[in-house]
């Protein structure tokens, strides 16, 4: 698999010739061609998970392919809102609702919640009576399987994302006269790359969900399934395939007998339009291994020291001398600072870049950029065949004080 078309590979060329510091680049012409068969259904409807890039364009792009907005903070929602997007169609997750946000999201317009505790649903039913507004609600439910498994949204283990079915049971919900309940909230899976396994999670889900409005007395009008859907970080792995996996949301849908299924994407959404490109400051052997030394790490894209998993990488220059291993670090005087080890060709000088693809989801804002004092990344775009750019890089004087 490649992770990298020649005309992107010929604009990044081209990119590099005037712009010495790391930079990112998201193709929105790529992006508009994956989003727009995703939303081309009447199965699911669609979310996007801000979190994963909030960058305006992106947001442009994803509204452009019939998105809605799922935001989990005060700074989101300003973010999404400022691109023009009716507040209507935003939705709030989040673990964290304090009462200040929710105030802030009721002025704003934003009327379907996600509660995670029985205190968000007190605070979102004050504040509602205090703006006289009706506010749909989705409870986020926790579930246990016997054969438990972790990963970084928890899976079995105990996350502060909703609540078990056990403390849902306590709440009254006539009690809550500005709120409709309709529906159940779930999420504890990410970066799934097997249908199967999705639609076998999604699957088990269903009995207690529908148990769980039932004895709370709601009807379960909505189910919501989070994203999860996982992108490919190694050329052997494949893509997911979007028409089977609709085909396995219709089950559920039916199964589980609502009158919409929705989703939050973020990775799958914008996770492959994005590119990071990296120059290589030196090549060192240590202790029999080839070591790679770049300008850009971690602080820009933390995801490898998060989970352990590299993003794919190649060197930017076509380069025929045989490859081998190398152990590619950034620039923090930290050992976390690790990007991972790739196969490059072994003539990689300080001339060079290497190109981290698979970036577009989760890198810029997912990372630790003031450690050190390195320069900020820039963000370009590539649009209808054009590029530009929207932040430029910065060095510490931007922000130290
Ligand atoms: C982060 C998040 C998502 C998106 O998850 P992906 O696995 O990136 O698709 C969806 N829903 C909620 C509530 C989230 O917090």
Excluded at 9 to 14: A, K, P
Excluded at 158 to 170: K, V
Excluded at 287 to 298: A, E, V
Aim: charged share 15%; with cysteine; aromatic share 8%.
């Amino acid at each position: 698999m490649s992770f990298l078309s020649t005309h992107v590979r010929s604009h990044i060329n081209q990119l590099v010739e005037t712009e010495q510091n790391p930079f990112f680049i998201y193709d929105l012409d790529q992006l508009s061609n994956h989003l727009k068969p995703l939303t081309e259904q009447n199965v699911v409807k669609l979310w996007y998970a801000v979190k994963a890039n909030p960058l305006s364009k992106v947001i442009q792009t994803l509204d452009k392919c019939g998105f809605n907005f799922d935001v989990a903070s005060s700074g989101e929602l300003n973010q999404v809102l400022k691109q023009g997007i009716a507040a209507e169609r935003v939705l709030n997750t989040g673990p964290a609702k304090s009462k200040q946000q929710i105030a802030h999201f009721l002025a704003a317009g934003v009327r379907t919640f996600v509660a995670e505790s029985l205190n968000q649903v007190t605070w979102l039913n004050q504040a509602a009576q205090d703006n006289e507004v009706k506010l749909d609600i989705l409870l986020r439910v926790q579930l246990r399987w016997p054969d438990g498994e972790k990963n970084p949204l928890g899976g079995n283990s105990l996350t502060p994302f909703g609540l078990g079915c056990e403390q849902w049971q306590t709440l009254t919900i006539a009690d809550y006269q500005q709120l409709n309940f309709v529906g159940l909230h779930i999420f504890q899976w990410g970066n799934m790359l097997s249908t199967e396994k999705l639609a076998q999670l999604w699957s088990q889900m269903v009995p207690p969900l529908q148990q769980l409005s039932q004895s709370l007395g709601f009807k379960l009008d909505v189910l919501d399934l989070g994203g999860g859907l996982g992108i490919p970080y190694q050329a052997n792995e494949t893509r997911l395939n979007w028409p089977v996996l609709v085909d396995a949301l219709a089950t559920i849908k039916q199964a589980a007998g609502v009158k919409e299924l929705w989703m939050e994407l973020g990775r799958y959404a914008v996770g492959e339009c994005g590119h990071y490109i990296n120059p290589v400051v030196e090549q060192k052997d240590n202790f029999g291994h080839h070591q790679l030394i770049t300008r850009g790490g971690i602080h820009h894209i933390l995801r490898p020291a998060v989970t352990n998993q590299a993003f794919p990488a190649q060197l930017l220059r076509q380069s025929s001398a045989p490859t081998h291993s190398f152990l590619v670090h950034g620039p923090l005087c930290t050992a976390l600072d690790s990007l991972g080890e790739h196969q490059l060709p072994n003539d990689v000088t300080e001339t060079d870049h290497l190109i981290f693809s698979q970036v577009g989801a989760y890198g810029f804002t997912e990372s630790m950029p003031y450690f050190l004092c390195h320069e900020l990344a820039a963000e370009y775009v590539i649009e209808n065949n054009v590029v530009s750019c929207i932040r430029q890089s910065e060095s510490a004087d931007y922000y130290l004080r």
